[in-house]
């Protein structure tokens, strides 16, 4: 079983940047890491993803402002958000897979407003 703690999130001017960070109970390393984002009353959607081996994937309209990257030897998955934009508001989740095993963490807030 992996815990998952997100933090960085906050309360950012659009046009901002945010770093989020994913830290793991335990050796996150054979896991693949995706980032989710759940607007307030919508359904979570995919911001981006990481292999175990470093190869990294974004929906279309998520590339270009954001870039996912991992330290194994940190236990961390890092989200980098630039040129933030009030429509990035949303509660972001960090998540394990493994096969048929997935692990959510609580999530942080972030908040685009001026």
């Known amino acids: 079983q992996v815990q998952l703690v997100e933090s960085g999130g906050g309360l950012v001017q659009p046009g901002g940047s945010l770093r989020l960070s994913c830290v793991a109970s335990?050796?996150?390393?054979?896991?693949?890491m995706d980032w989710y984002r759940q607007p307030q009353g919508k359904q979570r959607e995919l911001v981006a993803s990481?292999?175990?081996?470093?190869?990294?994937r974004y929906p279309d309209s998520m590339k270009g402002r954001f870039n996912i990257s991992r330290d194994n030897a940190k236990n961390t998955v890092y989200l980098q958000m630039n040129s933030l934009k009030p429509e990035d508001t949303a509660a972001y989740y960090c998540?394990?897979?493994?096969?048929?095993?997935?692990?959510w963490g609580q999530g942080t807030q972030v908040t685009i407003s001026s």
């Open positions: 998540r394990a897979r493994l096969d048929w095993r997935t692990y």
């Open positions: 335990g050796s996150i390393s054979i896991y693949a």
């Open positions: 990481i292999t175990s081996g470093g190869s990294t």
